[in-house]
């Protein structure tokens, strides 16, 4: 199946800086990938839509400034958290569907604590 | 806006038992997923559901979907410990939105010997 490949898969940051995160798909392109965040013990919530060559599609609710999204290849996505704080700590998983648009695959998350 | 409600959330099984997890949502979708996660994981995909009547199994889960009811079931038959993980169901809205999932709050199922 198609794998998507998330890094890194941990990070520890301190207060107000800036964290990046990479999605790439490993053996297919992905025009477009969708970003989601997962509190502890908690559902999964879409906070955007990242867009190749384009920009971001963002929730309701998620603020842009802070959650800088580049889509710069067929390949490859990223998410920057921008002055992290620690209410920005939670796992963000990307996602992007593999070939025939039925599977969505996930990556396997960057679980992020900002102290 | 679309909701989608699982229940049960916790699921304490005995192995060889059969039960089943719901997952009701409220508006029209095209299509359905179930996923499987394990602590501190990412998701592994277990069925995509397309259309009305549809079922999948794979081993001892099997997914079905009646789009007029909207609800899904994912029904496990004679569970064994390895099947101890959270499962989610999550449903798009369709159209341009087939990435967009909005999921279900999760079950957590725990096999017990």
């Known amino acids: 199946g198609a794998v998507v490949s998330q890094h890194p898969s941990r990070v520890i940051c301190k207060s107000g800086t800036s964290v990046k995160i990479e999605c790439r798909s490993l053996d297919f392109q992905a025009t477009t990938m969708f970003w989601y965040r997962q509190f502890p013990k908690k559902s999964l919530m879409l906070m955007a839509t990242s867009n190749e060559g384009s920009k971001a599609t963002y929730e309701q609710g998620v603020e842009k400034d802070k959650f800088l999204i580049n889509h710069a290849s067929l390949t490859l996505s990223t998410l920057t958290v921008t002055s992290a704080h620690p209410e920005d700590s939670s796992f963000y998983i990307c996602s992007a569907f593999g070939t025939g648009f039925e599977k969505l695959f996930f990556g396997s998350g960057t679980q992020l604590s900002v102290l | 806006e679309l909701k989608v409600e699982q229940n049960p959330l916790f699921l304490s099984m005995q192995e060889g038992k059969n039960y089943t997890i719901y997952c009701n949502y409220s508006?029209?979708?095209?299509?359905l997923y179930w996923y499987r996660q394990d602590p501190g994981k990412s998701l592994e995909s277990l069925f995509v559901l397309l259309s009305n009547g549809a079922v999948k199994q794979e081993g001892r889960l099997m997914a079905s979907l009646d789009t007029k009811a909207r609800l899904s079931t994912l029904h496990i038959t004679a569970a064994v410990h390895d099947l101890s993980a959270t499962y989610f169901c999550a449903v798009t809205a369709g159209g341009t939105s087939y990435g967009k999932l909005t999921f279900g709050q999760g079950t957590i199922l725990t096999v017990h010997p």
């Open positions: 508006t029209t979708s095209d299509r």
